[in-house]
């Protein structure tokens, strides 16, 4: 008798079956616009014993058990499961990365930027520009007339000019890739106090918080598409649809909400 009792009890259990209702509420209703499972939106009508985590319900999506297929996941599927390898950086535009603090790495502080370019169609066309904050995801798209280093530095400046003396506490660094349009971004660091590092060359990880918000981008402007054809207010629709998507990891607060306490602490302070 108490061996079969240690068995029955030591035995893995499957939540499946024992908190189905939950499971089926998920599979039904509880997918963000991102393609994600947002089953935090749904822990609000269960009671804690009849959850089950979020993990949990990616197995079961793989396993076939749900509604809910992977195709239908694209934040899921696009996952690479290639080996990384870090290529000899044949440029040198400034400091490299390896140069960076761990305290940037681990996203405590706010000020760390990540930046890239969305281009359009191959022959001449606009392109954006897009700084994304490390901290709170909160990132810009700003359209720019070509890929050159002196219109990104335009762009620069003019932020350097609306935030003033606040600069140098919203823009403390900023990692970027080896590309000649980012060339004279390290031009920075002799007008303000702004660090400016460069990735290794095709490390996308390097600066992926930027690189998750272009995939995002790319849904409403698939590569090829002119950029010069969408107007301001079509890509402020898509940056304002951005930043107000909740995110696990802020806590399921949005990165607008997140970038906006930061700057209401920093000029709040004398």
Request: proline share 3%.
């Amino acid at each position: 008798m108490t061996y079969e009792r240690h068995r029955r009890e030591g035995s893995r259990k499957s939540l499946f079956l024992h908190r189905s209702k939950f499971i089926n509420y998920v599979s039904q209703v509880s997918i963000s616009e991102a393609g994600l499972l947002m089953p935090a939106l749904a822990m609000l009508s269960f009671p804690k014993d009849q959850v089950v985590s979020t993990k949990t319900l990616y197995n079961y999506v793989d396993l076939v058990l749900m509604y809910i297929k992977s195709i239908y996941l694209p934040e899921k599927v696009k996952c690479n499961t290639k080996a990384r390898r870090v290529r000899a950086n044949k440029r040198i535009l400034g400091r490299n990365i390896d140069e960076r603090s761990p305290r940037i790495d681990n996203r405590k502080d706010f000020g760390h930027w990540e930046c890239d370019l969305v281009l359009g169609h191959k022959t001449k066309d606009n392109v954006l520009l897009t700084p994304c904050e490390r901290k709170t995801r909160r990132f810009f798209m700003i359209k720019i007339e070509d890929k050159t280093s002196t219109s990104i530095m335009k762009v620069f400046d003019k932020l350097h000019e609306f935030y003033g003396s606040k600069w140098n506490k919203i823009f403390k660094s900023i990692t970027t890739d080896n590309g000649s349009e980012f060339a004279d971004l390290s031009n920075l660091e002799q007008v303000s106090k702004t660090l400016v590092y460069y990735a290794h060359p095709y490390t996308f990880c390097n600066k992926g918080s930027v690189e998750g918000r272009i995939e995002l981008i790319r849904r409403y402007i698939p590569k090829g598409d002119r950029m010069d054809k969408c107007s301001a207010e079509d890509i402020a629709k898509i940056e304002v649809w951005c930043n107000s998507l909740p995110r696990k990891i802020l806590n399921y607060k949005t990165p607008k909400e997140c970038f906006d306490v930061e700057l209401d602490h920093i000029y709040r302070r004398r």
